[in-house]
C-alpha cells in the first residue's frame, strides 16, 4: 500500500497540527533555559548532576520510545548502551584509529547489533520479548565478566583518549560546565527527531502495528520491518547515550551492560511516562535528583525511589509527563495530539 488510508490506521495517528504553535513553544523554551545552565553560577556538582540526569535520559528515551510505538518493554537496552561504551573503550585500546572515528563507529557499531538482534526479538511479543532482551542483556554482561583478558572483568577499563577530539580539548567532554551543554544538546536533537519520526505516516503506521498487529497486516502491510526499523533506532539512541557516557567519564565498566541498568531505564520511562516522547526525559531528571538527595539522607535509597514509582502510578497513570500535557492542554485550550 502506498498511503496510510484504512480508518484504522488513520484512527493511531495524531493530528499533527493541533496545539503544535504551543507545544513548540514550550519545547524551544526549556532548550534555550536548558543551554543557560552553565551561564548562571550553578554549583559544580549540580551541574555533574543534571549532566548525568541528561545521559540517564537520552537510555529512557530510547526505552520510552519502543514503548510508545512498538509496545515493547525491553530489559536490554544496556547491551546497547554499554555496548557502546564498550566499544569506544576496546577501540582505542586495540586499534590506532582517531578518536573521532572511534566515537562516530561505536553507536554504528550497536545499529548494526540492534538489526540483527532485532530479527530475533521481533518474533516475539509481550513478556516474552521482554525475557528474550534481558537474557541477551545477561549474555553480553557475563561475555565481558569472563573474557578477562579483552575487558579486564569486573575491573572495567579505563579510556585513554587522544588529547583532543573533534577540534576540542579532551577536558571539554570531561568538565561538566561543558559538557552539559553537549549532553543537552544531544538530548534535544534526538527528543527533535524523535517527535518528528512519531508524527510521519511511519509513526502513525508502528503505533497502527502496536494497536492491532493482525489487522494491519491485513490491511496489506509488512508488520516486522516497521518494528525493526523502530528497535533499531531505539538502539541507536541508547547507544548515543553509552557513547557520551564514555567520554563523560573516560572508563566503562560491567555494570553499564548489567540487566538493573536497562531496569532503571524502564522504571524512569513509567515515571515520566511514555505517550510522550519527551517524557521518560522528565522522568530521567526527576530520578535521578531524587536519588541524589534520597542517597544523601540514606543509603537505602531504593526505597524511596520505590515508594515514589508507586505514587506516580496510582496517582499519575500517564506519569509526570501525561500531568503536564493535562496541565499544558488546559492552559491552551487544545488537546494534544
Given at each position: 500500500m502506498s498511503s496510510i488510508s484504512s480508518p484504522s490506521v488513520r484512527g493511531a495517528q495524531a493530528a499533527p497540527g493541533q496545539g503544535i504553535g504551543l507545544y513548540l513553544a514550550i519545547g524551544?523554551?526549556?532548550?534555550?533555559?536548558?543551554?543557560?545552565?552553565?551561564f548562571v553560577g550553578l554549583p559544580k556538582n549540580l551541574l555533574a548532576l543534571l549532566t548525568s540526569a541528561s545521559i540517564s535520559a537520552i537510555l529512557a528515551t530510547a526505552v520510552g520510545f519502543l514503548v510508545r510505538q512498538a509496545g515493547l518493554s525491553s530489559f536490554g537496552h544496556a547491551a546497547f548502551y554499554g555496548g557502546a561504551a564498550y566499544a569506544i573503550a576496546l577501540l582505542v585500546k586495540y586499534t590506532s584509529l582517531p578518536a573521532e572515528v572511534v566515537v562516530l563507529a561505536a553507536p554504528l557499531l550497536i545499529v548494526g547489533l540492534g538489526v540483527v538482534v532485532s530479527l530475533i526479538l521481533l518474533r516475539t511479543n509481550g513478556i516474552a520479548f521482554?525475557?528474550?532482551?534481558?537474557?541477551?542483556?545477561?549474555?553480553?554482561?557475563?561475555?565481558?565478566?569472563?573474557?578477562?583478558?579483552?575487558?579486564?572483568?569486573?575491573?572495567?577499563?579505563r579510556i585513554r583518549f587522544a588529547r583532543e577530539i573533534f577540534g576540542l580539548k579532551l577536558s571539554f567532554f570531561q568538565k561538566a560546565d561543558t559538557m552539559f551543554l553537549v549532553t543537552w544538546a544531544v538530548l534535544v536533537v534526538v527528543?527533535?527527531?524523535?517527535?518528528?519520526?512519531?508524527?510521519?505516516?511511519?509513526?502513525?503506521?508502528?503505533?497502527?502495528?502496536?494497536?492491532?498487529?493482525e489487522r494491519a497486516r491485513f490491511l496489506g502491510y509488512r508488520t516486522l520491518w516497521p518494528r525493526v526499523v523502530i528497535l533499531a533506532l531505539s538502539a541507536?539512541?541508547?547507544?548515543?547515550?553509552?557513547?557520551?557516557?564514555?567520554?563523560?567519564?573516560?572508563?566503562?565498566?560491567?555494570?553499564?551492560?548489567?540487566?538493573?541498568?536497562?531496569?532503571?531505564?524502564?522504571?524512569?520511562?513509567?515515571?515520566?511516562?511514555?505517550?510522550?516522547?519527551?517524557?521518560?526525559?522528565?522522568?530521567?531528571?526527576?530520578?535521578?535528583?531524587?536519588?541524589d538527595v534520597a542517597g544523601n539522607y540514606t543509603t537505602h535509597w531504593q526505597s524511596i525511589v520505590g515508594l515514589v514509582l508507586i505514587a506516580v502510578v496510582l496517582t499519575l497513570p500517564n506519569g509526570i509527563g501525561g500531568a503536564l500535557t493535562a496541565f499544558t492542554n488546559r492552559f491552551g485550550g487544545r488537546q494534544n495530539g
Amino acid at each position: 500500500m502506498s498511503s496510510i488510508s484504512s480508518p484504522s490506521v488513520r484512527g493511531a495517528q495524531a493530528a499533527p497540527g493541533q496545539g503544535i504553535g504551543l507545544y513548540l513553544a514550550i519545547g524551544c523554551l526549556v532548550a534555550v533555559l536548558g543551554f543557560a545552565l552553565p551561564f548562571v553560577g550553578l554549583p559544580k556538582n549540580l551541574l555533574a548532576l543534571l549532566t548525568s540526569a541528561s545521559i540517564s535520559a537520552i537510555l529512557a528515551t530510547a526505552v520510552g520510545f519502543l514503548v510508545r510505538q512498538a509496545g515493547l518493554s525491553s530489559f536490554g537496552h544496556a547491551a546497547f548502551y554499554g555496548g557502546a561504551a564498550y566499544a569506544i573503550a576496546l577501540l582505542v585500546k586495540y586499534t590506532s584509529l582517531p578518536a573521532e572515528v572511534v566515537v562516530l563507529a561505536a553507536p554504528l557499531l550497536i545499529v548494526g547489533l540492534g538489526v540483527v538482534v532485532s530479527l530475533i526479538l521481533l518474533r516475539t511479543n509481550g513478556i516474552a520479548f521482554s525475557m528474550l532482551s534481558l537474557a541477551m542483556a545477561q549474555a553480553v554482561y557475563e561475555l565481558v565478566m569472563k573474557w578477562r583478558d579483552l575487558a579486564n572483568g569486573e575491573d572495567g577499563l579505563r579510556i585513554r583518549f587522544a588529547r583532543e577530539i573533534f577540534g576540542l580539548k579532551l577536558s571539554f567532554f570531561q568538565k561538566a560546565d561543558t559538557m552539559f551543554l553537549v549532553t543537552w544538546a544531544v538530548l534535544v536533537v534526538v527528543i527533535a527527531i524523535l517527535v518528528l519520526v512519531s508524527r510521519s505516516n511511519f509513526g502513525t503506521l508502528t503505533i497502527a502495528i502496536k494497536n492491532n498487529e493482525e489487522r494491519a497486516r491485513f490491511l496489506g502491510y509488512r508488520t516486522l520491518w516497521p518494528r525493526v526499523v523502530i528497535l533499531a533506532l531505539s538502539a541507536l539512541i541508547a547507544a548515543l547515550g553509552g557513547t557520551l557516557f564514555a567520554l563523560y567519564n573516560g572508563y566503562v565498566t560491567p555494570s553499564l551492560l548489567h540487566w538493573t541498568l536497562s531496569g532503571e531505564a524502564l522504571i524512569i520511562a513509567i515515571i515520566g511516562g511514555t505517550r510522550s516522547v519527551w517524557a521518560p526525559a522528565v522522568g530521567a531528571f526527576v530520578f535521578v535528583i531524587l536519588r541524589d538527595v534520597a542517597g544523601n539522607y540514606t543509603t537505602h535509597w531504593q526505597s524511596i525511589v520505590g515508594l515514589v514509582l508507586i505514587a506516580v502510578v496510582l496517582t499519575l497513570p500517564n506519569g509526570i509527563g501525561g500531568a503536564l500535557t493535562a496541565f499544558t492542554n488546559r492552559f491552551g485550550g487544545r488537546q494534544n495530539g
